[in-house]
T-cell receptor, first 110, second 112 residues
Framework: RKEVEQDPGPFNVPEGATVAFNCTYSNSASQSFFWYRQDCRKEPKLLMSVYSSGNEDGRFTAQLNRASQYISLLIRDSKLSDSATYLC???????????FGQGTELSVKP | DAMVIQNPRYQVTQFGKPVTLSCSQTLNHNVMYWYQQKSSQAPKLLFHYYDKDFNNEADTPDNFQSRRPNTSFCFLDIRSPGLGDAAMYLCAAQKGTYNEQFFGPGTRLTVL
């Protein structure tokens, strides 16, 4: 079983749709949680960190449930430019090593 | 301005011919990472340096080596590339731990 598992994609949605990504992690020692975005043939870039209290950045909302070991990302009013692969990422106590999920591809259509 | 720079962006090598990929960073961050990412897969950590301390992942093949001569530069050496080593190689820099990792644009390696 992979340590970080995400919804299999791809997600194909129309502009303006709300889309939700789900992620689970198996290591209860995980301390830090992130969503990274990766455009086709580009490097991953941090989208947002995820906190237990939940956090919002414009159209993006991330939530963490430590008890269930579950992380989510909600994108409202999706734009064509949101098309990318979204990577769920966790980090353990042992330094800053990141464990990546396999990613979920999002395609937003006109 | 580029913060993590990787050269070359595209590298073609022959089966079994040693190849070196380069990474430099202008952030002065003390931690640097090398990842391998194959098509439609997650980045896979190969090793990282915390300052000068080298940390190898248990499943990183011996074929992969790394050097970090100073804070700014880090190299990935593949001693005898096989067809299965064709991938995107990503370098990242981080200040301490629990902070954002900044990735370079990657080097796409092709093995003929």
């Amino acid at each position: 079983r992979k340590e970080v598992e995400q919804d299999p994609g791809p997600f194909n949605v129309p502009e303006g749709a709300t889309v939700a990504f789900n992620c689970t992690y198996s290591n209860s020692a995980s301390q830090s949680f992130f969503w990274y975005r990766q455009d086709c043939r580009k490097e991953p870039k941090l989208l947002m960190s995820v906190y237990s209290s939940g956090n919002e950045d414009g159209r993006f909302t991330a939530q963490l449930n430590r008890a269930s070991q579950y992380i989510s990302l909600l994108i409202r009013d999706s734009k064509l430019s949101d098309s990318a692969t979204y990577l769920c990422v966790v980090s353990h106590n042992q330094g800053g090593k990141l464990i990546f999920g396999q990613g979920t591809e999002l395609s937003v259509k006109p | 301005d580029a913060m993590v720079i990787q050269n070359p962006r595209y590298q073609v090598t022959q089966f079994g011919k040693p190849v070196t990929l380069s990474c430099s960073q202008t952030l002065n961050h003390n931690v640097m990472y090398w990842y391998q990412q194959k098509s439609s897969q997650a980045p896979k950590l190969l090793f990282h340096y915390y300052d000068k301390d080298f940390n190898n992942e248990a499943d990183t093949p011996d074929n992969f080596q790394s050097r970090r001569p100073n804070t700014s530069f880090c190299f990935l050496d593949i001693r005898s590339p096989g067809l299965g080593d064709a991938a995107m190689y990503l370098c990242a820099a981080q200040k301490g731990t629990y902070n954002e990792q900044f990735f370079g644009p990657g080097t796409r390696l092709t093995v003929l």
